[in-house]
T-cell receptor
């Protein structure tokens, strides 16, 4: 199993500012995934982050808006840049500890005013 | 990844079996069926997965039809804590593949 923590758990931010979300895992993992869950919606994959290489972004998501860092095998950050109210969502990180076992963090609830 | 279709919502009486269906008619031979659930305000939780045989673990049972075009997740004795959104996903295994979530089924367990 994996224990994943995220910081902050929630935040209220003003339009035009940026927020960096941290994801910490209690074990070393190769790949980390960042998801967004807009209010009342399902999860949408933002990007896949490997240690030592640039993140791979899904269609509709760009690095300038959602820069990701992956400095080591237990940690990653996602920044939501130049925020607008449409960015109000829950942001979740996720890891695989094996080929089949996927775990999610508790999420960061972001509200943009 | 193949797409899945699930009913948007279901009710189940507490203590009864909850049977959640999923259609995945375009599933490929090398794609597995996975189930996750998301309890309100929490991250999704892995429940079970299978390829073509029925599977059971401490949380649930997974029944996959012989043609693999549909499956059913069974919670044998639903409790109020099982109220959640349940996601059925199909994906190719081989490790560490990204997972695409559909809209899921919101299960409400009623006292």
């Amino acid at each position: 199993s994996a224990v994943i923590s995220q910081k902050p758990s929630r935040d209220i931010c003003q339009r035009g500012t940026s927020l960096t979300i941290q994801c910490q895992v209690d074990s070393q993992v190769t790949m980390m995934f960042w998801y967004r869950q807009q209010p009342g919606q399902s999860l949408t994959l933002i990007a896949t982050a490997n240690q030592g290489s640039e993140a791979t972004y899904e269609s509709g998501f760009v690095i300038d808006k959602f820069p990701i860092s992956r400095p080591n095998l237990t940690f990653s950050t996602l920044t939501v840049s130049n925020m607008s109210p449409e960015d109000s969502s829950i942001y979740l990180c996720s890891v695989f500890t094996g080929p089949y076992e996927q775990y999610f963090g508790p999420g960061t609830r972001l509200t943009v005013t | 990844d193949a797409k899945t279709t699930q009913p948007p919502s279901m009710d189940c009486a507490e203590g009864r079996a909850a049977n959640l269906p999923c259609n995945h008619s375009t599933i490929s031979g090398n794609e597995y069926v996975y189930w996750y659930r998301q309890i309100h305000s929490q991250g999704p939780q892995y429940i079970i997965h299978g390829l073509k045989n029925n599977e059971t673990n401490e949380m649930a049972s997974l029944i996959i039809t012989e043609d693999r075009k549909s499956s059913t997740l069974i919670l044998p004795h639903a409790t109020l804590r099982d109220t959640a959104v349940y996601y059925c996903i199909v994906r190719v295994d081989g490790g560490y593949q990204k997972v695409t979530f559909g809209t899921g089924t919101k299960l409400q367990v009623i006292p």
